[in-house]
């Protein structure tokens, strides 16, 4: 349990720290950027299996770290346009 958590936060951390170089203007912290890459990967994991979007990029800690990846920039991405709308 332990070592999946620790897991989860550090493919967290990787994954919001490069949406947040890709989507610039984020600057979340460390602690911001494993909260938005875990969120990002429970975004990709809910929305892909909806869209019918196999991802099987050979699994594993790579693929986990893309998809989260992936559910990071959607997520800054829709809090961008909810932080200038709201401007």
Do not use: E, H, N
Not at 12 to 28: E, H, M
Not at 66 to 74: D, H, K, R, S, W
């Amino acid at each position: 349990m332990l070592t999946a958590l620790i897991v989860a936060i550090v493919i967290g951390a990787i994954a919001g720290w490069l949406a947040g170089l890709l989507v610039q203007g984020t600057g979340f912290g460390l602690v911001g950027d494993i909260v938005i890459g875990i969120l990002g990967a429970l975004i990709a994991g809910v929305l892909f299996p909806k869209l019918g979007v196999a991802f099987t990029l050979g699994g594993g800690l790579l693929g986990a770290i893309i998809l989260a990846f992936i559910g990071a920039v959607i997520l800054l991405v829709i809090v961008r346009v909810i932080k200038q709308i709201a401007a």
